[in-house]
């Protein structure tokens, strides 16, 4: 079982729907979770992250987080053909200095015009 | 600030040739991480500095891969002798240690092709 679960996709939306991506993390000891934006050819940018059970907004993205059932999702509201890009979801511990964080491979999604 | 710089941005080698790829991190940031990309296995970790000593090497492939940090604004991954399926996006992250894990900012990678 890999740590850090993403469907790799793609998942096609049509413009202006909200799109879903979700994620599941196996490390119970996981504090942190991240939603990372990567364009093709570009490195990885952060989107979104998200500690705390429940959910966070940011504009039109909303990160949510369910501890008890180890899920993460990241929702796109209104996307945008500028969303096309591939979406990493990361998990993160830090003990005792000693910071750990594993990717997931990632789900592309398509915003169709 | 210029961000996390690295070069070369493209590699191209044949095999059995030795690769250094170069990081300059983020002023500031502690925490230094690099990692491999392919379309296979995605991101994976290959090795973590935290003020400039090695945490977790255990990504590391072989012992073809070494890494080194000699001072907090510069680090090396090296590869000798390299393979073809060495051949992958190599990305370099820093990040500021603290009690909740912080954000890791990504370099802009260096594509390598071994032949």
């Known amino acids: 079982q890999k740590e850090v679960e993403q469907n790799s996709g793609p998942l096609s939306v049509p413009e202006g729907a909200i799109a879903s991506l979700n994620c599941t993390y196996s490390d119970r000891g996981s504090q942190s979770f991240f939603w990372y934006r990567q364009y093709s050819g570009k490195s990885p940018e952060l989107i979104m992250f998200i500690y705390s059970n429940g959910d966070k907004e940011d504009g039109r993205f909303t990160a949510q987080l369910n501890k008890a059932s180890q899920y993460v999702s990241l929702l796109i509201r209104d996307s945008q053909p500028s969303d096309s890009a591939t979406y990493l979801c990361?998990?993160?511990?830090?003990?005792?200095?000693?910071?750990?964080?594993?990717f997931g491979t990632g789900t592309k999604l398509q915003v169709i015009p | 600030d210029a961000g996390v710089i690295q070069s070369p941005r493209h590699e191209v080698t044949e095999m059995g040739q030795e690769v250094t790829l170069r990081c300059k991190p983020i002023s500031g940031h502690n925490s230094l991480f690099w990692y491999r990309q392919t379309m296979m296995r995605g991101l994976e970790l290959l090795i973590y500095f935290n003020n400039n000593v090695p945490i977790d090497d255990s990504g590391m492939p072989e012992d073809r891969f070494s890494a080194k940090m000699p001072n907090a604004s510069f680090s090396t991954l090296k590869i000798q002798p390299s393979e073809p399926r060495d051949s992958a996006v190599y990305f370099c992250a820093s990040s500021i240690p603290g009690v909740v894990l912080t954000e890791q900012y990504f370099g802009p990678g260096t594509r390598l092709t071994v032949t």
């Open positions: 990361a998990a993160g511990s830090n003990k005792r200095g000693y910071q750990k964080v594993t």
